[in-house]
């Protein structure tokens, strides 16, 4: 009885709370939608009279959105499968094998989750700037080729696997990377995707580093690209393909979200607490 | 385990290695080097001597004294702010059970909004003509507010404060919205792992909520708490991108030529921007290493702090 009592506030809390972090959302896509002195009347108006759905179209025009998308959706791609063959690889050595120095190395990975991105900036735009690779799909890949967060994250999954699975391979005279290939990896298959989500997720909204090193417009992501093309450095702005422009860019990653987000949140809890 | 020695491992180790040592330990290193390079030119690898110039320099620029304030407002007023606001609602959420996975999803949302976009849409939502915020301000008789503005700010000191305060408000609910999704979880998380039987014997002896929350619930969630502090402060002292998008890449509203709204970050990277110059680089690099400097303090400190009175299961 009391319980269900308590129970209606809380709900209305949370649709209010739900609601207030809804707005930016409806506002994007209600001015998104908006004509041009629709998007541009004093007092603003909430919602367009005639949905105007061509504004995306025009959007897209406004820059190469098409090619913006297709070097996101590259540079993804390739991040996603360096970065998880990378991180796989290392933290089986660190959860199944043992080997001088095991853990110095180890530590060595968990200290550069320290490391800010920020401070490495400077040291690999001179890398790449020296290696002549500005402007390339590989000045965007390798840096984010390895993460220290993924390789501990899967380390911990890869611990879990009880010890004698790994003692009956050994003695069917499995190799270390048929184990890896036939045991494991089925077995931390969630945690792999968790990892590959992340970083998909991380490459998508990435945008310091892109906008260092990509000068050409046939080069640049998603994130550069809608910040080029629609502030007021670049003249005036047309909120209404502005916004356009951002739901766009918004949409891919939330309806993948929406899909496999049971992987996300699994992988965020984990990642942190350990009593 | 069998006591072998696997070679083998360092063939898998390699690839990590080799990447962290090319872009993560080569750079630190050489971006500790150069901070103390004094007048470096980056296309000739030269510079005239090492000194603490690049440091004193930067604690004497102005424009560094800002990036310094704006990041700890974010990470010292927007975080405490933002975690309250989350616990609440993980709390909320922790106790009931329809349609929580729907609720979680929609609290996530920000999480997986591009930076960049969701930037705009706050520069629009205050905007001073056509924002919501001002329509909404209107339904209770307020005049619309300049939000972001710069208008007469570099004559008057009295309008560039209240220009600065508008802003700092404006990065303020940014932040709270911005931040709540990855505390929600964590703190979600932290609750669910709370074993119910303390509940149970709570509800035994007729212990109030109020008093079940403060002496069992929040002790217990204090890793949580502090896990979610750590990583969130951290996180704030790396703000770039929202600033970029809520205030353009001169950081402030139109009409301000001293990087109002400036951080850490931002000063690295526009320092980074004009690289050709002499002593740039090398400048950019200085405030690298106070960044990273600030933030293992930070990281060391809330370490001890937390052994000292965080309870642990």
Redesign the interface.
């Given at each position: 009885m009391k319980a269900k009592t308590?129970?209606i506030p809380?709900?209305m809390?949370?649709i209010l709370?739900?609601f207030?972090?809804?707005?930016?959302?409806a506002?994007?896509l209600s001015?998104a939608l908006k004509t041009e002195s629709e998007?541009?009347?004093?007092?603003?108006i909430?919602f367009p009279e005639m949905p105007q759905f061509s504004n995306f179209i025009t959007a897209l025009s406004v820059a190469p959105f098409l090619n913006y998308f297709f070097n996101t959706i590259v540079v993804a791609f390739l991040v996603v499968v360096l970065s998880t063959?990378?991180?796989v690889?290392?933290s089986?050595?660190?959860s199944w094998?043992?080997?001088?120095g095991?853990d110095v190395?180890f530590f060595?990975?968990l200290g550069?989750m320290?490391?800010?991105?920020?401070?490495?900036?400077?040291?690999?735009?001179?890398?790449i700037a020296k290696l002549g690779w500005m402007n390339t799909y590989q000045a965007l890949v390798?840096?984010y080729?390895?993460n220290?967060f993924n390789?501990f994250l899967l380390r911990q999954t890869m611990k879990q696997i009880p010890?004698d699975l790994?003692?009956a391979s050994?003695i069917d005279g499995l190799s270390?990377f048929r184990f890896l290939r036939k045991v494991v990896l089925p077995i931390c298959k969630p945690t792999v995707l968790t990892t590959m989500l992340l970083s998909l997720?991380w490459v998508?909204?990435t945008?310091?580093w892109p906008n260092?090193i990509t000068t050409k417009d046939s080069l640049r992501m998603?994130?550069n690209g809608?910040?080029n093309a629609?502030?007021?450095?670049s003249g005036t702005i047309q909120?209404e393909l502005?916004?356009s422009?951002?739901?766009l860019?918004?949409i891919p990653?939330?309806i993948?979200?929406?899909f496999l987000?049971r992987y996300?949140?699994v992988g965020?809890?984990s990642g942190?607490?350990k009593? | 385990?069998?006591?072998?020695?696997?070679?083998?491992?360092?063939i898998?180790?390699l690839?990590?290695?080799f990447?962290?040592a090319?872009?993560?330990?080569?750079?630190?290193i050489?971006?500790f080097i150069?901070s103390f390079k004094e007048g470096y030119r980056?296309l000739t690898d030269s510079f005239v001597r090492f000194s603490f110039e690049n440091y004193t320099g930067i604690l004497e620029d102005e424009t560094f004294h800002r990036a310094l304030i704006n990041t700890t407002f974010i990470a010292f007023i927007c975080v405490p702010f933002s975690m309250l606001?989350a616990l609440?609602?993980a709390l909320?959420?922790n106790?009931?059970k329809k349609?929580k996975g729907l609720?979680?999803?929609?609290?996530?949302?920000?999480q997986?909004?591009?930076?960049?976009?969701?930037g705009?849409?706050?520069a629009?939502?205050f905007?001073n003509?056509?924002?919501?915020m001002?329509?909404f301000l209107?339904l209770f008789g307020v005049d619309p507010v300049q939000w972001i503005s710069g208008v007469g700010i570099a004559a008057s000191g009295e309008l560039y404060n209240q220009s600065y305060m508008r802003c700092l408000f404006v990065l303020f609910v940014y932040s709270t919205?911005s931040g709540?999704s990855?505390k929600v979880?964590?703190f979600?998380?932290?609750l669910q792992?709370i074993r119910k039987d303390y509940y149970q014997v709570a509800r035994l002896d007729g212990t109030s909520?109020w008093k079940t929350l403060k002496r069992i619930t929040l002790p217990l969630l204090s890793?949580?708490t502090f896990?979610v502090f750590i990583?969130a402060v951290?996180t704030a002292?790396?703000a770039?991108?929202s600033v970029?998008?809520l205030f353009?890449?001169?950081y402030g509203p139109?009409g301000d030529n001293t990087k109002m709204m400036i951080t850490i970050?931002g000063y690295?990277?526009d320092s980074?921007?004009s690289?050709l110059t002499a002593g740039a680089?090398s400048t950019?690099?200085a405030a690298?290493?106070i960044?990273?400097t600030i933030?293992?303090i930070l990281?060391a400190l809330q370490f001890k702090v937390s052994k000292r009175w965080v309870h642990?299961?």
């Open positions: 308590l129970k809380s709900y809390l949370l709370a739900a207030l972090v809804l707005i930016p959302f506002w994007m001015t998007a541009l009347h004093v007092p603003p909430l063959v990378v991180t690889l290392a089986f050595a660190f094998m043992e080997f001088p095991k190395l060595i990975v550069s320290m490391i800010p991105q920020e401070m490495l900036i400077i040291t690999n735009f001179m890398t390798l840096p080729g390895v220290a390789i010890t790994f003692t050994r270390f997720i998508w909204n945008y310091a260092l998603v994130s809608l910040s629609f502030t007021t450095n909120y502005q916004m422009a951002a739901t860019v918004t990653l939330i993948l979200f929406v987000r996300i949140f965020i809890q942190g607490i009593g | 385990m069998l006591k072998k020695r696997d070679y083998k491992a360092y898998y180790l690839p990590a290695f990447l962290m090319v872009f993560i330990m080569y750079p630190v050489s971006t150069t980056f606001t609440i609602v909320l959420l106790s009931i349609l609720f979680m999803t929609l609290f996530y949302l920000p997986v909004t591009n930076i960049i976009a969701a705009m849409v706050f629009l939502i905007n003509n056509f924002g919501l001002n329509l209107g919205w709540l990855l979880v964590l979600l998380g932290g792992n909520r890793p949580t896990y990583t951290i002292f790396k770039y991108s970029v998008a353009t890449s001169t139109a970050v690295i990277i980074l921007g690289y680089v950019a690099s690298a290493v960044l990273m933030i293992m990281t642990y299961k």
